[in-house]
């Protein structure tokens, strides 16, 4: 009796997440563990950080993302790298 209780607030208080290693936003699916994106089931050619800012721009639609906060999610603190990257991506 008391296990059954537990498990029934467990499963309250901590739903499963479905897909969590899938997101979809319009036409767009993005495998979130391989790092793959499909469009209409066609599979898009990225790199990881391609793809990692696809996903950023993505989970932001309609927002106004910043260099800053690109930089931010993809420097990790290296002086050089964050204007490397900015121009690779432009």
């Not at 979809?24 to 790092?35: H, N, V, Y």
């Not at 209409?40 to 050619?45: H, N, T």
């Not at 260099?67 to 603190?77: E, I, N």
Request: glycine share 6%.
């Amino acid at each position: 009796m008391l296990s059954a209780r537990v498990s029934a607030w467990l499963r309250r208080a901590y739903p499963p997440v479905p897909n969590a290693d899938k997101a979809a936003f319009g036409e767009f699916d993005f495998d979130l563990r391989a790092k793959h994106v499909h469009r209409k089931g066609l599979l898009i050619g990225l790199t990881a950080k391609a793809f990692d800012l696809a996903l950023l721009l993505f989970q932001h639609l309609g927002q106004l993302v910043s260099r800053k906060q690109v930089l931010g999610r993809f420097a990790h603190g290296r002086a050089h790298c964050p204007h490397t990257f900015w121009r690779r991506m432009s």
